[in-house]
C-alpha cells in the first residue's frame, strides 16, 4: 500500500507491505524489513536488521510528533494547501538537484566531489538508516555544484546533502 506523508515539512513517500507477520517498506531507494509492534499506547517497539528501537508517539497541533533513537521529527498527512502532493508523478528539478536523505542517518560515505560529473542514478552518498546503509542516487545527467555533508555527519530529510547544478 503507497503512502505520502510530510516528515518535518519534506514530503516521503512510502510503501508498506505485511507478510508473513513483519513490514516490508520502501522509502524512495531505501528498503527495510521490519517488525512493529505498540507497548503501549504512543510506544512503538521496532526491530530491523536485528536491532531494536523503541519509539515515542504523541499528538499535537494536527502533527504526530516522533522520537525515535535521538531523533525528533513530525509526521502529517498532506493535505490539499500542500504544493505539489495531490497528483504525484514526476520528481520537481529541485528534489533532483538538492539531494536529501529519505530519514534520519548517519552519513556514512560520499562518493562524488565539487565540480564531478554524474550519470544518471549514480551513487552519490551513502546513508545508514535503522543499521541498514542506503544508496542515494542521483535522477539525472548533471555535475556536483556543492558537497554539504561528510562521512559521520547526522542527517534528515530536511538537510541538503549535496547540491548538483542545474542541466544546460
Known amino acids: 500500500m503507497d503512502f505520502e ?3 518535518d515539512d519534506e514530503q516521503l513517500k512510502l ?6 507477520g513483519r513490514y516490508h517498506v ?3 531507494e531505501i528498503t527495510f524489513e521490519a517488525d512493529i509492534q505498540e507497548i503501549s499506547p504512543g510506544v512503538l517497539s521496532i526491530i530491523t536488521g536485528g536491532r ?4 515515542f508517539l504523541a499528538e499535537k497541533d494536527g502533527k504526530t510528533h516522533c522520537s525515535l533513537d535521538g531523533f525528533n521529527f513530525s509526521v502529517r498527512e498532506p493535505s ?4 505539489g502532493f495531490a497528483e504525484g508523478g514526476e520528481a520537481s528539478m529541485e528534489e533532483l538537484l538538492m ?5 534520519p542517518g548517519k552519513v556514512i ?13 549514480q551513487t552519490l552518498a551513502i546513508v545508514e ?3 541498514m546503509e542506503n544508496e542515494i542516487k542521483a535522477g539525472l545527467d548533471t555535475v556536483v555544484k556543492k558537497v554539504n555533508a561528510a562521512p559521520g555527519d547526522l542527517v534528515d530529510p530536511s538537510k541538503v546533502l549535496i547540491e548538483l547544478k542545474p542541466p544546460d
Open 5 to 7: 506523508y510530510l516528515i
Open 15 to 20: 510503501t508498506i507491505e505485511k507478510k508473513d
Open 26 to 28: 520502501t522509502a524512495g
Open 52 to 55: 531494536s528501537h523503541r519509539v
Open 80 to 83: 490539499s494547501d500542500d504544493a
Open 99 to 103: 539531494i536529501k536523505a529519505p530519514m
Open 109 to 121: 560515505k560520499i562518493c562524488v566531489e565539487e565540480g564531478e560529473t554524474v550519470k544518471k542514478n
Open 129 to 131: 538508516a535503522m543499521k
